[in-house]
């Protein structure tokens, strides 16, 4: 048999704990797609349709150049949206440009199912169990599960030197990555947790919460490193979306959600819009200071709630920029816009300091 | 000797300086187009200010806001350097102390800002698209063969305007050629265009932001008296426009550069030799855009780039 190779999309660091998943339920060479560059947006877009949303785009212009590397299968994972669909509309246009590949689904539906990817796997490697398949699934749920945690921790910090979280978070990852003993990686995760405790920090200066479209919110090469943007103003962050929120959390919450925040909805409004409404009360109630909504231009899902986050945001009196991505090149526009909302909070905040004082 | 403070306001179209006192006066004020040129623009501005500021004053402080605010902060040296949203609130609140809403249209933006008890509270700025903007107006100035100064007076004379898309430009413009060709009369095509602007405004920019009066409209476009007269017809409010509008942003920057460490401003770099280079980093796929500003052929500093390899300093 010719030596396949999997390669898959990118969004944010998870690529280095797909890749070792994929190897050990396949037993086949995973290469990584190179990583993201303004080429890969480039290509993506030019083959892409001119209104489709921009991960799709970003999505192809991955699975060209993984192509282009060597790459024979690959994945897509899919979710609740238009990202259900791309699966057969990229297969279709990387067919036509004349790539010779296979494109299997993670997660049809919606929905994720063990079957499902049981199923698919086993056409790439017959010789996988369901017993392995399941350990393999734990193992890099855990992984993930633990590595938003840090994740999480490190964004509602300041350190003195953003560098050090970095420095550290990559480390990290090299350790974990390939550690199969759930012992040991939740070894490594306590390990490291102290370490990013010891970095020195400062206060924050204010308190953002980040909601919007799941890729813009994870795949900092979209939204120009929005984080570390705001890291360098000192700003505490707080962001819901992750790939541990997507696999479990949302799941188990989902229906919840819409309750909670019945005040504003009736109705779902499919992929994450449900919970974006309900998180813009949350983060009101924990006193945050601001609301950055992201989403590519045109995603349905959160146009579709923007009027209400707009309702949210003059009774409950909490600020929210809204920022739409597309395949622009310049930043320029976008750090205008962050800087003036950030003047305008810290202004806020210190008069609201000032009349508690009074 | 008395203190002064300069405010540079560069934005796509125009730039505008401000030199203040202490009290927020004016001493000097330059207003000069921008031509695509920002290094020149800001040398002839200060020659401009330098021969209009008192002999007795000398600037201890440099604010700069617009578009190439950064390019010019580091050519000057500038003590503070901000976005031209807070500039503008901050100026305009030093005039207006009551002041509720802004609207202000640039040359390539249009923003409005809302205020409340003295400080910004909510913001909205165009995004994706130049609609409605300056750039828009003078481009259609220049179709219909008017020159941009006579567009708002003409304007006036029509009783009634006509119809114009106001959705995005490109529909408005093959809106307007259609309705010329089909023998609407000049003013009120003018008149159309002035509120189709308005209208793109309102829609867009100030969708779901709560206007309250007083309302100040600034930026180059509120020169145009067709433009304001057809805000105060559609916003049912008294429009106040000041005959500094366009000098607001400026003004901000100079009053918030009066609070940064002092040093003293030498107007001599104006016989400095300054150079920008831009140019695409081969070092990897990204090609990021790295500009350089050279100052007597070093550079002084650089940015675009995404990673330390295409780093410069």
């Known amino acids: 048999m010719e030596n396949k190779i999997i390669s898959f999309p990118h969004m944010g660091d998870y690529c280095y704990f797909i890749k070792p998943f994929l190897e050990n ?45 060597g790459a ?17 509309l990229q ?21 994720f199912s063990f079957k499902h990817i049981y199923e698919t796997i086993r056409k790439i490697n017959p010789e996988l169990t369901k017993g392995k398949l399941l350990k393999e699934i734990i193992t890099i749920f855990i992984k993930i599960m633990l ?38 990686i939740v070894h490594t995760y306590f390990s490291y947790m102290r370490k990013y405790q010891k970095v020195r920090c400062k206060k924050p200066k204010l308190k953002i919460g980040i909601i919007g479209e799941l890729f813009t919110s994870m795949e900092p090469f979209s939204t120009f490193n929005l984080e570390d943007e705001l890291k360098n103003f000192d700003i505490s962050i707080k962001r819901f979306t992750d790939v541990s929120y997507l696999l479990i959390y949302k799941n188990i919450f989902h229906k919840i959600t819409k309750y909670r925040a019945r005040k504003y909805i009736k109705y779902h409004l499919g992929a994450d819009a449900t919970e974006n409404v309900y998180r813009t009360l949350k983060l009101k109630r924990k006193k945050y200071d601001g609301i950055i909504h992201t989403k590519p231009f045109g995603c349905t899902p959160e146009v579709g709630i923007m009027p209400i986050l707009s309702r949210i945001s003059n009774e409950e009196n909490i600020p ?20 003036a909302f950030i003047d305008m909070l810290s202004m806020r905040k210190e008069k609201e300091i000032e009349k508690r004082n009074e | 000797m008395n203190k002064a403070y300069l405010g540079i306001d560069i934005g796509s179209i125009s730039t505008k300086g401000v030199i203040i ?61 901000k976005n031209e949203i807070t500039a503008h609130a901050i100026g305009t609140l030093s005039k207006y102390k009551d002041v509720k809403t802004i609207f202000e249209i640039g040359g390539q933006d249009s923003k409005i800002i809302l205020i409340n008890d003295g400080i910004v509270t909510d913001y909205a700025m165009n995004t994706l698209c130049a609609a409605g903007t300056g750039a828009f107006l003078s481009s259609q100035a220049k179709r219909l063969n008017i020159d941009v100064k006579d567009f708002g007076k003409m304007a006036l004379n029509s009783k009634n305007p006509t119809k114009i898309a106001a959705r995005c430009t490109v529909f408005a413009e093959s809106d307007l050629v259609h309705k010329a060709q089909i023998g609407h009369k000049k003013e009120d095509i003018v008149a159309g265009i002035c509120e189709s602007v308005v209208n793109n405004y309102l829609n867009n920019v100030a969708k779901g932001k709560k206007i309250t009066p007083p309302i100040v ?29 366009h000098l607001m942003g400026a003004l901000g920057v100079a009053i918030l550069a009066k609070k940064e460490k002092e040093e003293i401003f030498d107007f001599d770099i104006l016989n400095l030799d300054f150079e920008t280079k831009g140019y695409e ?27 330390e390899k295409g780093s410069l300093i």
């Open chain 1, 147 to 184: 590595f938003d945690r840090s994740e999480h921790y490190t964004r509602k910090k300041v350190a003195k030197d953003n560098d050090n979280f970095k420095k550290i978070k990559y480390k990290f990852i090299n350790d974990l990555k390939d550690k199969t003993n759930i012992f040991k």
């Open chain 1, 72 to 88: 024979s299968i690959l994945f897509q994972f899919g979710g609740g949206c238009r990202y259900g669909n791309y699966a057969p």
């Open chain 2, 21 to 81: 006192d202490e009290n927020n006066n004016i001493l000097a004020s330059s207003y000069i187009w921008t031509l695509a040129d920002p290094v020149n623009a800001v040398k002839k501005l200060l020659k401009n200010l330098k021969q209009d500021i008192p002999k007795n004053y000398t600037v201890v402080s440099v604010g700069t806001t617009g578009s190439a605010r950064r390019l010019i902060g580091i050519m000057t040296g500038a003590n503070v350097i």
């Open chain 1, 91 to 111: 297969k279709t246009i990387l067919k036509d440009l004349g790539y010779n590949f296979e494109l299997y689904e993670f997660i049809k539906n919606g929905k």
């Open chain 1, 320 to 339: 929210i920029m809204f920022l739409s991505f597309d395949t622009e090149n310049e930043s320029v526009g976008i750090k205008t816009r962050l800087e």
């Open chain 2, 217 to 245: 409209f600034q930026g180059g476009v509120s020169k145009n008296i067709g433009v304001v007269k057809a805000f105060e017809k559609i916003t049912k409010e008294k429009i106040i426009t000041d005959d500094n509008g």
């Open chain 2, 281 to 307: 980093c081969k070092k990897c796929p990204n090609h990021c855009e790295i500009i350089a500003i050279k100052k007597n052929k070093k550079i002084v500093d650089a940015w675009g780039n995404r990673c």
């Open chain 1, 25 to 69: 339920i396949t037993n086949m060479e995973v290469r990584i797609s190179p990583p993201i560059t303004k080429k890969t947006i480039e290509i993506g877009s030019k083959y892409s349709p001119d209104s489709i949303c921009l991960p799709f785009k970003y999505n192809l212009g991955n699975y060209i150049e993984a192509l282009e590397d």
